[in-house]
């Protein structure tokens, strides 16, 4: 390795040596004092990897003389410390290796040159769904269909962390992905050894989850990025990126009684989506952080990908090194971290304010209870608003005889709802909606609120009679990472509960509870406290350790609720404790979901419905008659923090880490294959060997023009690769469904989307299928449909119909708006897109993490002209495209735009030039190869 600027140096802490590469004090780099803490992190990571070809000291320069003011232009090769996977991205990133093993032993190579080079860590946390809730054995239940569903890919991950170094599982019921990494996981600073030198250096990670950026809230630099981009990072590559701009984020003030860091987090959230931070670094500074404990630091880090940041950074400090003690990190751990940091320059110091590109301020005391809905977690709802902005979206939603405008004023009970008309109503379930065959449920005066209501009277399994409506909460579920790792709010919703308990409330019977912990921590410190019981008197029993409600893992409704649901097509709500809500992402039935605090979700268990003012409206009454509201069992803030202090031990991290790797006897029990290469089950419906490297030579082929191409699907705005590539259930009509039935899979079997996804047959007709897709090309249609143009323009499911046109030999495209591939970090949204024959996308702006993943599966990115879109172009998706000017990258040469010309079926021709959203030379590299993995793999075969 270079070192242009003599910055190699030692470092001694206790009686431990250590060797670091300076940054601070160092003759060259002086512009280094005044960056942002984030990029102090990337400059310390190209000094280390100086290789005088792909990192050069102009590289290490233009980071250290970074101009803030500058859009990025610079382009750097970043070099994680390592790599971080959930099971159900890293499932497909495993099965990538192994068939890239057997690739390379056909290719002449050695397949050892196919392992990870870093560490890389895999928690399985997505698998857990709640079948069983509301009762006592509900965690074991669910655990054990867990693994009688997940067998396969158990055992393949098994076989995963013997066969190769340097990786290792989390096994299932230990916790979730990103809460176990900054409990556990995470170092802060890295050591390793390196020809036979201690190195020290700035953990940082890559990880297969976009919530990945959690640990920023721990000082150390990570992001999620696709599958195949981590595959590539794990087997030694770096990820290629430009200088980012960076928003510095100043905190004041401090969080008001009453509001919570939830609050905090969905206020951030729409500051920083309003103002606009996709592809930038976000960095909060200011006297404020100091006062912003660790677990509020990780939850505001957790909702990067909501703002659309890569990162969200804290700088490390004293709050850092207590939360390290806390879990458990060694004293000789804690010692290095605050040693390196300080010497470094990497330490948080208020007084000096770093350069940053754009700058906002928050002060923490103006925060207000809120919630985030009901399809977006950046649509920000004052809780006071709440009930208001419910009605105003219900027309959206549901279906029924408009009630009197004047009666949107009254006031109603807790059981009541709104009703309109039907041609308000989207599709569902992909299927035409007949309105005129529709018989919905008959319109009832609600003498209470002197309006119309679309009430359902249900039998519930426990001879219970009561009745369903419009806005009824049909799931209330603690869950996800975001906020189980905050014990300041998993305390105040088990102290919540207790005041409920205690005065006599109970959950709405039609309400399916959940609490579903990020770590056996939350369940330590419940214990501990006592708190188990009075969150059990309210049905909130432990499902789970995992993501659960939050990826779509809800599990169904109970049978009388669904079949209401579906006859009489209510609009039902969710409230949860998640990060996302997108359409068709929490449970199919549920067409409205919102984000909450998790006191805020035990408190919409009481009410019932999202049609409720706490302000105003009672829970209900104490044993005495009286009415008990909101404010009444709402637990001090003071009284919260003095129940954790007494609670929480670094005893309860140490135990509960001590062997988190090992797995309980079930995970010991499975039989795992052994070999180098894997044994792949012919039979398997849950992992086989993929065929993305059949047939692939050592150079690459010459890229192409575009010519004849249809399109396959025209979508709107804010398109999610939860749309594009759906994690939960399996329609038994679907083309995945039909698949699964002809392959001896029985329904209750399917298992999830999310869980199949070691399987391409599975995901490909799974691509487009998320039952929310609004597909332009149709009409009043919503689900994975669209027209075949080679038959007529008829409708046909998007699978049935990218197979006749390859059988054509036709190439396709897609058309889409504005902020295309919105939230997770889904590698089978761009291997599907690229499996269904897809040659390129066409859209006003992406969202980071897709568009590099379809540039890694050889799909080309590409954006209409500036200010312009398909609808103001006239384009209506059923013209052919010609896209010319590609094939300048067989020269080397980036074109910047390409001509699309676009032919009506009478003739008329629309032609613009589309800009090319390749924006590195390695991303140029990755296109030329027709993806990422082949080219690592060609360059590892030469090497």
Same mark, same amino acid.
């Given at each position: ?41 990337? +400059? ?75 560490? !890389? ?35 393949? +991950? ?12 989390? &096994? ?121 404990? +660790? ?73 207000? &209870? ?23 979206? +219900? ?19 807790? !059981? ?23 018989? &919905? ?95 059990? !008197? ?134 795992? &294959? ?127 119909? !990218? ?141």
């Amino acid at each position: 390795m270079s070192d242009s600027f003599g910055a190699k140096s030692t470092l001694q802490v206790g009686d431990a040596e250590y060797q670091i590469h300076r940054i601070k004090d160092v003759e060259g780099l002086e512009g280094a004092a005044t960056l942002p803490y984030s990029l102090k992190v990337l +400059l310390e990571n190209l000094v280390r990897t100086e290789d005088g070809e792909n990192i050069t000291a102009e590289h290490i320069k233009a980071i250290a003389d970074w101009d803030e003011t500058a859009e990025p232009s610079t382009e750097i090769q970043y070099t994680p410390a390592r790599v971080i996977m959930q099971d159900f991205t890293g499932v497909p990133c495993i099965v990538d290796l192994a068939t890239m093993r057997e690739a390379m032993a056909e290719m002449g190579g050695d397949p050892a040159k196919i392992n990870p080079l870093a560490p !890389a860590e895999l928690v399985i946390d997505h698998s857990v769904i709640i079948d069983v809730f509301g009762s006592a054995d509900a965690f074991q239940k669910n655990v054990e269909l867990e693994y009688e569903r997940n067998e396969e890919r158990y055992q393949f +991950l098994r076989w995963g962390q013997t066969a190769f170094e340097d990786f290792k599982v989390v &096994p299932p019921g230990t916790g979730i992905v990103h809460q176990v990494n900054i409990e556990h996981l995470a170092r802060t600073v890295m050591t390793r050894e390196i020809d036979g030198v201690n190195v020290a250096y700035p953990d940082t990670c890559v990880g297969t989850d976009s919530h990945t950026t959690m640990v920023n809230g721990l000082g150390v630099l990570g992001w999620g990025v696709g599958g195949i981009e981590a595959e590539a990072a794990m087997l030694g590559q770096p990820v290629s990126m430009l200088i980012p701009r960076v928003v510095g984020f100043k905190l004041t003030g401090e969080i008001p009684a009453g509001a919570t860091a939830t609050d905090v987090v969905l206020t951030i959230t729409e500051m920083l989506r309003e103002h606009g931070v996709v592809g930038k670094f976000v960095e909060f500074y200011g006297e404020g952080v100091g006062s912003v404990p +660790l677990a509020n630091r990780a939850t505001i880090g957790n909702m990067s990908p909501e703002f659309g940041s890569t990162a969200a950074m804290f700088p490390i400090d004293e709050v850092t090194l207590d939360y390290l003690r806390l879990t458990g990190r060694s004293a000789e751990q804690v010692a290095l971290v605050e040693a390196y940091a300080k010497e470094q320059g990497l330490w948080h110091d208020p007084s000096v304010e770093a350069r940053y590109s754009e700058r906002l301020e928050l002060d923490l005391s103006t925060v207000v &209870p809120s919630i985030a809905g009901p399809k977006r977690p950046q649509d920000r709802i004052a809780l006071t608003d709440a009930k208001a902005a419910f009605r105003n979206e +219900l027309p959206n939603y549901a279906t029924a005889e408009a009630e009197p405008a004047e009666a949107m004023e009254s006031e109603v009970d807790t !059981a009541s709802a709104l009703s309109f008309p039907a041609s308000d109503a989207p599709a569902t379930d992909g299927e035409q909606v007949d309105h005129a065959a529709e018989q &919905p449920a008959a319109p009832a005066t609600d003498p209470a609120a002197g309006r119309t209501s679309k009430k359902v009277a249900i039998t519930l399994a426990d001879g219970t009679e009561t009745e369903l409506d419009h806005g009824h909460v049909a799931i209330a579920s603690i869950t996800s990472c975001t906020n189980t790792s905050n014990p300041s709010v998993m305390m105040a919703a088990a102290m919540l509960a207790k005041n409920a308990v205690e005065k006599g409330l109970q959950r709405k019977p039609w309400v399916k509870t959940s609490m579903a912990p990020g770590s056996q921590v939350v369940t330590d410190y419940y214990e501990k406290t006592g708190m188990w019981q009075y969150l059990e !008197a309210l049905d909130f029993h432990l499902v789970g350790y995992g993501c659960t409600t939050c990826i779509g893992n809800s599990g169904p409704l109970p049978e009388e609720v669904s079949a209401a649901v579906q006859e009489n097509d209510l609009s039902v709500v969710s409230v949860l404790s998640g990060n996302r809500n997108f359409e068709g992402r929490i449970n199919p039935d549920v067409k409205m979901n919102y984000l909450a605090s998790p006191p805020l979700v035990i408190a919409y268990a009481l009410a019932g419905t999202m049609d409720f003012d706490f302000e105003s409206q009672p829970l209900g009454q104490d044993q005495e008659g009286k009415d008990v509201f909101l404010k009444d069992i709402w637990p001090a803030a003071d009284e919260v923090e003095k129940v954790i202090s007494e609670a929480i031990t670094t005893e309860m991290f140490t135990k509960d880490y001590a062997g988190v790797f090992e797995g309980d006897e079930r995970w010991k029990a499975l039989s795992t &294959p052994e070999g180098d290469t894997f044994a792949w089950n012919d039979e398997s419906t849950y992992v086989r060997k993929p065929t993305f490297f059949d047939g692939m030579g050592a150079e690459p082929e010459p890229v192409s023009d575009i010519t004849g191409a249809r399109v396959l699907a025209l979508l709107g705005d804010s398109v999610t690769t939860d749309h594009i590539s759906p994690a939960g259930a399996i329609k038994a009509d679907s083309p995945a469904g039909k698949y699964l039935q002809e392959h001896g899979v029985e329904r209750k079997d399917f298992n999830s989307y999310g869980s199949r996804r070691g399987n391409h047959e599975v995901m490909v007709r799974g691509t487009f299928a998320n039952i929310r897709l609004k597909n332009l090309l149709l009409d009043d249609v919503s689900g994975g449909y669209t027209r075949n143009f080679l038959a007529g323009g008829e409708q046909t499911t998007i699978f049935e119909a !990218a197979e006749a046109y390859a059988a054509a030999d036709t190439p396709l495209v897609v058309l889409a708006g504005k902020e295309y591939g919105t939230g997770s970090s889904r590698d089978w949204a761009a291997k599907g897109t690229r499996m269904l024959g897809v040659k390129a996308v066409i859209t006003e702006s992406y969202e980071r993490i897709h568009r590099s993943n379809l540039i890694g599966m050889g799909v080309l990115p590409l954006q209409f002209p500036e200010g312009e879109s398909a609808e103001s172009l006239g384009l209506d998706g059923t013209e052919t495209f010609d896209i010319t000017g590609i094939e300048a990258f067989n020269e080397g040469r980036n074109p910047g735009t390409v001509k699309v010309v676009a032919r009506k079926e009478g003739g008329e021709e629309i032609t613009f030039d589309a800009k090319v959203r390749i924006d590195t030379p390695g991303e140029m590299a990755y296109f030329r190869n027709d993806g990422i993995l082949q080219y690592v793999l060609r360059q590892l075969a030469s090497a």
